[in-house]
Nanobody
Framework: VQLQACGGGLVQAGGSLRLSCAAS????????MGWFRQAPGKEREFVAA????????YYADSVKGRFTISRDNTKNTVYLQMNSLKPEDTAVYYC???????????????WGKGTQVTVSS
């Protein structure tokens, strides 16, 4: 699976951004999808995930109520709507895909190149 994320940028605190991740190469609908992020000097961390049919979603406590993950299997795309952004959300955001096992605990089998999100105070 090839993954291409886009939609990052610079936004003021309290603002919104929507990230997109387009997949190609294999049957997208067979894969659970997730978003992870890595801030400078920190390890990559889980942000949100969605099951292959879209029926189940999972969020890190730090983003619950502010971020929403969704997917469109007809477009082979997963989205991350980010609202009420905070400076601590500043990071490089990566999308990931996993077919077997928990993407939340195991991370992705496939990773896209990241997209930078910067939230100014």
């Amino acid at each position: 699976v090839q993954l291409q994320a886009c939609g990052g940028g610079l936004v003021q605190a309290g603002g919104s951004l929507r990230l997109s991740c387009a997949a190609s190469g294999r049957t997208f609908s067979n894969y659970d999808m997730g978003w992870f992020r890595q801030a400078p000097g920190k390890e990559r961390e889980f942000v949100a995930a969605i099951s292959w049919r879209g029926g189940s979603t999972y969020y890190a406590d730090s983003v619950k109520g502010r971020f929403t993950i969704s997917r469109d299997n007809t477009k082979n795309t997963v989205y991350l709507q980010m609202n009420s952004l905070k400076p601590e959300d500043t990071a490089v955001y990566y999308c990931a895909a996993r077919r077997i096992g928990s993407i939340v605990t195991m991370g992705g089998e496939y990773w896209g190149k990241g997209t930078q999100v910067t939230v100014s105070s």
